[in-house]
T-cell receptor
Framework: GAVVSQHPSWVICKSGTSVKIECRSLDFQATTMFWYRQFPKQSLMLMATSNEGSKATYEQGVEKDKFLINHASLTLSTLTVTSAHPEDSSFYIC??????????FGEGSWLTVV | GQQVMQIPQYQHVQEGEDFTTYCNSSTTLSNIQWYKQRPGGHPVFLIQLVKSGEVKKQKRLTFQFGEAKKNSSLHITATQTTDVGTYFCAGSVGTYKYIFGTGTRLKVLA
């Protein structure tokens, strides 16, 4: 079946540095991908909708200059957390829209900013 | 904005007991999906409901979509320890953008 791969699974970075997380659809083309973040024991909060070849649409309250999203191809979307701070530590997860109305999730990326 | 609430937030049941989680949206949905997330894992798609009043079953799991398409429920019959996890509903208003519910964390005591 369809698979969405996220990389890296775990990342630790120093405060002030930037971190890039990749989301790839492995066997299907995804014109639309979604980025979520999840704090421990909380729900998934939609951050932005990533559309191939165009600018991402950010949800209210999400800083677009802080969370840069690039969807340069039909199989890859990237999320860059710029100038990361400890409060950005979270579980980031992407999903990709497949055929019809199916959504496939990646396995997520744990970010720890120290 | 669109909000999706789930109750209860937590549920502890004895193995073999039934379990139900309820999902309520502030807006009418075009469809609703249900996911299960194990501790440390990612959400796994369970099912999608589209039609008003729709009921779908997967073995011991029964999913229902309300007549007004603003609420949904997931019922598990005779829970097992493998049912442990957090169950999320996710509602869409037709744009493929899904808003997740607050989740119900299920613990099953053996």
């Amino acid at each position: 079946g369809a698979v969405v791969s996220q990389h890296p699974s775990w990342v630790i970075c120093k405060s002030g540095t930037s971190v890039k997380i990749e989301c790839r659809s492995l066997d299907f083309q995804a014109t639309t991908m979604f980025w979520y973040r999840q704090f421990p024991k909380q729900s998934l909060m939609l951050m932005a909708t990533s559309n191939e070849g165009s600018k991402a649409t950010y949800e209210q309250g999400v800083e677009k200059d802080k969370f840069l999203i690039n969807h340069a191809s039909l199989t890859l979307s990237t999320l860059t957390v710029t100038s990361a701070h400890p409060e950005d530590s979270s579980f980031y997860i992407c999903s990709a829209k497949g055929t019809i109305n199916t959504i496939y999730f990646g396995e997520g990326s744990w970010l720890t900013v120290v | 904005g669109q909000q999706v609430m789930q109750i209860p937030q937590y549920q502890h049941v004895q193995e073999g007991e039934d379990f139900t989680t309820y999902c309520n949206s502030s807006t009418t949905l075009s469809n609703i999906q249900w996911y299960k997330q194990r501790p440390g894992g990612h959400p796994v798609f369970l099912i999608q409901l589209v039609k008003s009043g729709e009921v779908k079953k997967q073995k011991r799991l029964t999913f229902q979509f309300g007549e007004a398409k603003k609420n949904s429920s997931l019922h598990i019959t005779a829970t097992q320890t493998t049912d442990v996890g957090t169950y999320f509903c996710a509602g869409s208003v037709g744009t493929y953008k899904y808003i997740f519910g607050t989740g119900t964390r299920l613990k099953v005591l053996a």
